[in-house]
């Protein structure tokens, strides 16, 4: 289906697991993003990357590694999980150009124990 | 880099009354502005944008305002339904191509 995806839908994890938080999107947009999602916080940045092989830090990406190797996925994987960690976790991708619109994923609500 | 305020967090209004979310941003290169709905357990989906050419823009029972010079923009929706409630965010887009986010305002319509 096009569109952009988010697996898995829900984690629970130990304290100081690596997990990998997958995002996939079929439209070839340049443009995606990390961002989490936590009461009170809104959706903040953590990181983001405009094209394969170019990524770069957002508001809070310390604990969170990414990479785009392909176009269409973006990883974001957390080395050693920490409760602090417990959030909704949103992917989102952009054609590349300001004024356009970004599309979310469905979300991955991970909860570390 | 950008910086969106926006006020209130939470609104309650009562089903037909009017709802009015403000954001401000401090970035003077931002020059887009989209609205997006988060219903609950769902993802944000974009309602409506502004560019800044544009001093207002409507859509049925919503409508964006931005003036430039304060920079301010506000969403208004009037004729509130029940199926308006849900967490509404505003987002200042500039040259950098990345949506700078407010906090979130939770709108309550009560039937």
């Known amino acids: 289906d096009a569109g952009i995806t988010q697996s898995p839908r829900y984690k629970i994890t130990e304290t100081g697991r690596q997990v990998t938080l997958m995002c996939h999107q079929t439209w070839s947009h340049s443009y995606m993003f990390w961002y989490r999602q936590d009461l009170g916080h809104g959706l903040r940045l953590i990181y983001y990357?405009?094209?394969?092989?170019?990524?770069d830090k957002g508001e809070v990406p310390d604990g969170y590694v990414v990479s785009r190797s392909k176009t269409e996925n973006f990883p974001l994987t957390l080395e050693s999980a920490t409760r602090s960690q417990t959030s909704v976790y949103f992917c989102a991708s952009m054609y590349q150009g300001a004024d356009t619109e970004a599309f979310f994923g469905q979300g991955t609500r991970l909860t570390v124990v | 880099g950008e910086n969106v305020e926006q006020h209130p967090s939470t609104l309650s209004v009562q089903e037909g009354d009017s709802a009015v979310i403000k954001c401000t941003y401090s970035d003077s290169a931002s020059n887009y502005f989209p609205w997006y709905k988060q219903e609950l357990g769902k993802r944000p989906q974009l309602i409506i944008d502004i560019r800044s050419n544009v001093g207002e823009k409507k859509d049925q029972r919503i409508a964006v305002t931005l003036n430039k010079t304060a920079k301010h923009f506000s969403l208004h929706i009037t004729e509130t339904q029940p199926e308006d409630s849900a967490v509404y965010f505003c987002a200042g887009v500039g040259g950098s191509y990345i949506p700078t986010f407010g906090r979130g305002t939770s709108l309550i319509v009560h039937p």
């Open positions: 990357s405009a094209a394969a092989d170019i990524t």
